[in-house]
């Protein structure tokens, strides 16, 4: 089993920043993509970002493209959500997910393992 441990939530205002954490646990072995998703109330959970542990490729939605950074420190075993001109949108549950396979899936129920999320709330 892998456990995932999310952190650097918060309240922020329009235009700010945060940079989210995940420090995965048990199994890391088994890690090969992990990947940020969130869910708004009364939405659906929606991909934000994921990268693959070992080349570091990286894959974004359009929209999130160029506001939210993914990264990875493998030697902490941490992966990070850099999100920069936060928008009153964006305001949602971010959770942290780990799979088992390398390949670019944007679907939440491929992700076996799950952090308990961590809020962001961007105030206008």
């Known amino acids: 089993q892998v456990q995932l441990v999310e952190s650097g939530g918060g309240l922020v205002q329009a235009g700010g920043s945060l940079r989210l954490s995940c420090a995965a646990s048990?199994?890391?072995?088994?890690?090969?993509?992990m990947g940020w998703f969130r869910q708004a109330p009364g939405k659906e959970r929606e991909f934000v970002t994921a990268?693959?542990?070992?080349?570091?490729?990286?894959y974004y939605t359009d929209s999130k493209k160029g506001r939210f950074t993914i990264s990875r420190d493998s030697a902490k075993n941490t992966v990070y959500l850099q999100m920069n001109s936060l928008k009153p949108e964006d305001t949602a549950l971010y959770y942290c997910?780990?799979?088992?396979?390398?390949?670019?899936?944007?679907?939440?129920?491929?992700?076996?393992?799950w952090g308990q999320g961590t809020q962001v709330t961007v105030s206008s």
């Open positions: 048990g199994r890391t072995f088994s890690i090969r993509m």
């Open positions: 997910a780990a799979r088992d396979a390398d390949s670019d899936t944007r679907i939440w129920y491929q992700y076996p393992y």
């Open positions: 990268i693959s542990w070992s080349s570091g490729r990286t």
